[in-house]
């Protein structure tokens, strides 16, 4: 099993270009994140996916737009990258509240 | 807003010198709290989730516990191997809230041969 799959790994954007990470899961879950990860930071919330269909902002979201593309995808847009989001993001999946996620690798984005 | 604090930030053991990782969280009603492993470079990896004030649950070395107000990682008789980053993270409340997680910024762990 894949588990949760992102894309691409590695990024390195100017000041101002957009871009789309990617995220797909085969095992089904109905939920679907987006973290980022910063030092001192910890991991806070973008954007989820409670089911297909509904997207809810997180904790940090200005900056950013999501996609609920189908149960299996879930893809988050920077419109206009700027440094401050330079960071590792992580999208999850769960079966459900109670259910631990399951994390992908992880995109590491510098803007520059 | 719920707030997760772990302690200490980083831990160095040796092989086979056991300790407690802890987890001190305020929330508006805990729905559940989760332990998560993190090696360099990877994403968090699931290890427990607990429910309520007494519950405990074991993986080989690790048992987490939980009380009222906090949540321990205790690791009996390292190896090299468990070296990573701990992370901790509680879920509270109901409606939309329910499906989110807040993490602490982890615990970096150690264990020396």
């Known amino acids: 099993n894949a588990g949760v799959t992102q894309t691409p790994k590695f990024q390195v954007l100017k000041t101002g270009q957009s871009m789309t990470l990617q995220c797909a899961q085969d095992?089904?879950?109905?939920?679907m994140y987006w973290y980022r990860q910063d030092p001192g930071m910890g991991l806070r919330l973008i954007y989820y996916?409670?089911?297909?269909?509904?997207?809810d902002k997180g904790e940090v979201p200005n900056g950013y737009n999501v996609s609920r593309l189908n149960k299996r995808e879930f893809s988050l847009r920077l419109e206009s990258a700027a440094p401050s989001q330079t960071s590792v993001y992580f999208c999850?999946?769960?079966?459900?509240?109670?259910?631990?996620?399951?994390f992908g690798s992880g995109t590491r984005l510098t803007v520059v | 807003e719920d707030q997760v604090t772990q302690s200490p930030e980083a831990l160095r053991l040796q092989e086979g010198e056991s300790s407690s990782l802890n987890c001190s969280y305020t929330?508006?009603?805990?729905?559940?709290l989760f332990w998560y492993r993190q090696d360099p470079g990877k994403g968090p990896e699931f290890l427990f989730t607990?429910?309520?004030a007494g519950e405990e649950k074991e993986k080989e070395r690790l048992k987490a516990t939980l009380t009222k107000k906090e949540s321990f990682l205790h690791i009996t008789a390292p190896k090299p191997e468990d070296s990573a980053t701990y992370l901790c993270?509680?879920?509270?409340?109901?409606?939309?809230?329910?499906?989110?997680?807040?993490f602490g910024e982890g615990t970096q762990l150690t264990v020396n041969p």
């Open positions: 993270a509680v879920q509270a409340g109901g409606g939309t809230s329910g499906s989110r997680l807040t």
């Open positions: 999850a999946s769960s079966e459900g509240w109670n259910y631990g996620y399951t």
């Open positions: 996916s409670a089911s297909e269909g509904t997207t």
């Open positions: 607990l429910y309520s």
């Open positions: 929330v508006s009603g805990l729905r559940g």
């Open positions: 095992m089904n879950h109905n939920s």
